[in-house]
């Protein structure tokens, strides 16, 4: 749907004009010498506008050629309503504009831009939406634009209510774009920073993946997991990784089956001590944990532990 083209279409909206009341279009009274009530620009306008404000709302663009606009909109209403939890009847401090990130502001008792700078302003509670009194809490959120769809926004640490795809120190994660007006919220002030140093008061875990195959050739891809285990039934050989990151640890657990089994290794592999690659243990059952360190994308250092029955 598009605005009127016409010749003598203006480019600002006229104001209504005075006079009349407001009511329902009647029909004609040719014997009472009534017309027909015909409607004025200001009702076409009306429709118009009414019409256009969902449309271009769920992010979309006025078009002459699609006349299924309205439709489209409605849809993307309802499936935001679907995956977003609402705070309504939201007070704004002053300021605060649609799409800001907001914080509440206990002493004022109104929601208030905020930033990541280590104080109770990064505290974000979610996106203004101040047209509708609403706060976005969690899930799909359409009220951006110049978003980078696919890209990780952080609440910004100079610019109050800003957002950010660069992590700030005092990192707070805000959501991904999924397209150029919508993010899907998802607010963590506890997000963890690659760039910085995390604590940890809880233990952490990292759940082993199955090898890719249990005899033969196995290139590990060491992107998808750090750990790794599987029980082997043949001769195996461990290739040259498809992915190793430069830095990365981990644990490969390999355990024999009724039949032991012998393991060789791609010329990426390279001895922790320095002298001759880790055998598997020779017994029915043994379990052997392959240790191994990533010491530059070409070089991998292997130690084993265990060999337990």
């Not at 002053?94 to 302003?121: E, I, M, P, Q």
């Not at 997991?225 to 430069?246: D, F, H, R, Y």
């Not at 243990?281 to 250092?301: C, F, H, K, M, N």
Request: charged share 10%.
């Amino acid at each position: 749907m598009q605005r009127v083209r016409r010749n003598t279409a203006i480019a600002t909206l006229p104001p209504p004009p005075g006079g009349g009341t407001p009511g329902f279009f009647a029909a004609p009274n040719p014997q009472a010498g009534l017309p027909a009530t015909v409607p004025g620009y200001e009702w076409y306008n009306n429709v118009q506008e009414e019409l256009l404000a969902v449309i271009e709302s769920q992010g979309l663009t006025a078009s002459d050629t699609d006349r299924t606009q309205l439709r489209q909109a409605i849809q993307k209403m309802i499936k935001s309503g679907q995956r977003s939890v609402v705070i309504g009847g939201a007070a704004f401090a002053n300021g605060v504009s649609t799409g800001h990130v907001v914080y509440w502001d206990a002493g004022n008792s109104c929601f208030d831009k905020a930033l990541s700078n280590g104080s109770t302003k990064q505290n974000a509670v979610g996106v203004a939406d101040v047209a509708n009194s609403q706060v976005y809490a969690f899930g799909d959120a359409i009220l951006f634009s110049g978003l980078t769809p696919g890209a990780r926004y952080y609440l910004d640490s100079a610019t109050s209510g800003a957002i950010t795809t660069v992590a700030p120190a005092n990192g707070v994660y805000i959501g991904i774009a999924r397209t150029a007006t919508e993010i899907f919220i998802d607010i963590d002030s506890l997000y963890v920073q690659s760039n910085q140093a995390n604590s940890w008061t809880m233990g952490q875990s990292g759940m082993p993946k199955d090898l890719p195959a249990t005899t033969g050739t196995i290139a590990l891809d060491l992107a998808q997991s750090n750990n790794w285990k599987g029980t082997a039934t043949g001769t195996i050989v461990l290739a040259n990784p498809a992915s190793m990151p430069a830095g990365q640890s981990g644990v490969i657990t390999i355990t024999q089956a009724v039949a032991p089994v012998s393991i060789a290794y791609g010329a990426w592999w390279k001895p922790a001590d320095g002298v001759s690659l880790p055998a598997l243990t020779q017994t029915a059952g043994a379990v052997d944990d392959l240790v191994y360190y990533v010491e530059s994308p070409s070089r991998i250092v292997v130690a084993r532990i265990g060999g337990a029955a």
